[in-house]
C-alpha cells in the first residue's frame, strides 16, 4: 500500500504509448522468416507448458509488455494455472515449477542477459542434468526467437491486446 501520494510530473510517468510503425508492414519477408522460425521452434522437442513459461518469463526480462500480455493468454488458453503464471518473475523462490521448468527458466534467463564470459558452466550443467542434448538446443531456438520477438515489440511498441481477435486470444478471458 502506499502511503505516500506521489504527483504526476507530465511526461514522466507511465503511458500507454501509440505503436511507433507496423514492422508487419514495413518488412513482411523478414517477418514470414520470424514467423517461420517460431513456428519450427514451436514444433520441436520442447513441451507447450515449457515454452509458455520461458516465453513469458523472456518477455518480462525484455520489458515487452506486447509480449507479456500475449504469452500469459497463451498459457491460460493452454491450461496453465493463473497462480504459476504470477509466479514465474520469482520462480526461483517459487515451490510451484518442476526442476526440468526450473532448469528451462534459468537456461531462458542467461540466454536473454547473457553474461560476460557467455554461459556459465553450472547453468549449462543445470540444464544438461534435466534436458536432452536436442532438448537443449531446441530450447535454446525458442529463446532466440522470443527475444526477437521481444526487442522487435519493445523497438515498435505494438498495442497489447490489439491483435487479440486475430490470434485467438480472446478466448482466454482476461481482459
Not at 3 to 12: F, I, L, Q, S
Request: with cysteine; proline share 6%.
Amino acid at each position: 500500500m502506499n502511503v505516500h501520494p506521489t504527483t504526476a510530473v507530465p511526461g514522466t510517468g507511465p503511458t500507454s504509448p501509440a505503436q511507433r510503425l507496423d514492422y508487419a508492414a514495413q518488412s513482411p519477408q523478414l517477418l514470414k522468416k520470424l514467423t517461420e522460425l517460431n513456428v519450427a521452434a514451436a514444433s520441436g522437442a520442447i513441451e507447450e507448458t515449457i515454452r509458455d513459461l520461458v516465453e513469458l518469463r523472456a518477455s518480462q526480462m525484455n520489458g515487452c509488455t506486447f509480449c507479456v500480455d500475449m504469452h500469459v493468454k497463451m498459457a491460460r488458453i493452454h491450461g496453465e494455472r493463473e497462480l504459476r503464471l504470477h509466479h514465474v518473475a520469482a520462480w526461483r523462490e517459487s515451490n510451484l515449477f518442476t526442476p526440468r521448468e526450473r532448469a528451462a527458466l534459468a537456461w531462458a534467463e542467461v540466454l536473454t542477459r547473457m553474461p560476460d564470459g557467455g554461459v556459465p558452466d553450472d547453468t549449462y550443467g543445470r540444464v544438461r542434468t534435466q534436458l536432452s542434448e536436442k532438448e537443449i538446443v531446441d530450447l535454446t531456438f525458442v529463446v532466440v526467437a522470443i527475444n526477437a520477438w521481444n526487442r522487435l515489440n519493445v523497438a515498435f511498441r505494438p498495442v497489447p491486446g490489439a491483435y487479440d481477435e486475430t490470434y485467438g486470444l480472446a478466448k482466454a478471458g482476461l481482459d
